[in-house]
């Protein structure tokens, strides 16, 4: 079964989990999200479900240490977000504005439920697209891990968060929205959000979301803010799809602070990765990026904006 090891030289959380070996891949004839199937059945518009080949689980054995590795038990629980009951569409951006919402509205819930997990310390929710990416399912779904650690990126942005708060008295965060909207890296502005292509992309088309209003978890948005996050997703998820002519693999990230503690110097985000260079080749994350933690980047920020905003002119607008 799973554990969790920590690596002694970085800090990094690694989830060993070797029954995931045994997901189906790729399936043809066959699909577990679609209605009918012998864990969904009829009747619903926005499903989640239990991740049948899960990285964490509450039955989870103590971890096996030796006193000097650091190991934690693999608790929490690991969950697939059926964003539609419909198969063949491509996109999370081809739902219709309310049924995004109606997803966000789903992980928000769900998201409350852990909080009241005291083993659970961390809810990650992101999502995959694209085969050329390794997505095992096509349907469209999120996933959401609820991790007993937090993870060393959003660790890192925490303490950068908490040493300028501690210094300036001010969100780093809410700095870096001021700046980026007034930047021509600004892609949309609504009432409650913005998004923008930060002025330290890492990726070729990388989007960054941000409620306006300082907040740290995804269970203090209300609903208003939560029907535009829907709105400008849609938009920024299209603009990424026409962006250079064929549909684009991205991973997008929810950013925010821990289940427990206070960390009210931190300011949850969206992170979206569109992974195709201008050229519409796919951008790889190799030895200098994965291995050493400096990423290149075959374009600028500020042309990925241009074309995003391009992009943007022919899709839905976001917010009224
Ligand atoms: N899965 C599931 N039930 C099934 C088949 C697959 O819960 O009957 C899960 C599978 O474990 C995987 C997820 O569905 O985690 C599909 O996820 P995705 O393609 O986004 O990426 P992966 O997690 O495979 O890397
Ligand atoms: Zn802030
Ligand atoms: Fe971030």
């Given at each position: 079964m799973s554990e969790v090891r920590r690596d002694p030289t970085t800090g990094d959380w690694i989830v060993v989990a070797p029954r995931r070996l045994e997901r189906p891949w790729q399936p043809e004839s066959f699909c577990p999200f679609d209605p009918g199937a012998p864990e969904t059945g009829y009747g619903w518009d926005v499903l989640i479900l239990p991740n049948r080949y899960p990285v964490v689980s509450p039955e989870a054995p103590a971890p096996q240490t030796d006193g000097f590795y650091e190991a934690v038990r693999a608790y929490g629980r690991a969950l697939v977000v059926v964003e539609t009951p419909e198969h063949n569409l491509d996109d999370l951006s081809d739902l219709p504005r309310e049924q995004i919402e109606r997803v966000l509205r789903m992980v928000r819930d769900e998201m409350a439920r852990?909080?009241?997990d005291p083993g659970v310390l961390y809810f990650l929710y992101f999502r995959n697209k694209g085969r050329e990416i390794g997505v095992s399912l096509t349907h469209p779904h999120g996933q959401i891990y609820e991790l007993p650690?937090?993870?060393?990126r959003v660790a890192r942005e925490l303490e950068r968060a908490e040493e300028y708060w501690r210094g300036r008295g001010r969100c780093l965060h809410c700095d870096v929205v001021a700046r980026?909207?007034?930047s021509g890296r600004a892609l949309l502005r609504g009432a409650y959000w913005?998004?923008?292509v930060?002025?330290?992309a890492r990726w070729p088309h990388e989007v960054h979301v941000y409620p306006l209003r300082h907040v740290q978890l995804l269970t203090q948005l209300g609903d208003g803010e939560l029907a535009e996050?829907?709105?400008v997703l849609k938009a920024v998820l299209c603009a990424l799809k026409n962006a250079v002519g064929k549909?684009?693999?991205y991973m997008m990230v929810l950013h925010q602070a821990p289940l427990r503690g206070d960390h009210r110097y931190y300011h949850l985000h969206f992170e979206i990765y569109g992974m195709y260079r201008p050229d519409g080749r796919l951008k790889y994350a190799?030895?200098?990026e994965t291995g050493a933690g400096i990423y290149t980047l075959d374009t600028t920020p500020e042309d990925a904006a241009e074309r995003l905003k391009k992009a943007l002119a022919s899709c839905p607008r976001g917010i009224s």
């Open positions: 852990a909080a009241s650690v937090v993870p060393e980026e909207s007034a913005a998004a923008f930060p002025y330290y996050l829907a709105g549909p684009m693999p190799a030895s200098a």
